[in-house]
């Protein structure tokens, strides 16, 4: 999610994937600073999730090729 989408100025404040947890969450976030660098406005990563405590968090492992039903 950037705050001024298509704006090459703009900023990456966080990133979503499907999913979440009970409740009305349809997304988890992703910290900026767990995802590498990549060209372009989105790109597909594989994820780990990193227990700990407090709280557990999603880190990108590595950029991956998007699935064949994947949109572009």
Do not use: I, K
Request: proline share 11%; aromatic share 12%; net charge negative.
């Amino acid at each position: 999610m950037r705050d001024r989408h298509g704006d090459p100025t703009s900023r990456t404040l966080c990133f979503t994937t499907p999913g979440g947890g009970p409740g009305n969450s349809r997304s988890t976030f992703v910290a900026v600073e767990h995802v590498p660098e990549f060209e372009g406005e989105s790109a597909w990563f594989e994820m780990e999730l990193v227990e700990g405590a407090p709280w557990s968090y999603w880190r990108a492992v590595r950029q991956v090729e998007p699935p064949p039903h994947a949109r572009t």
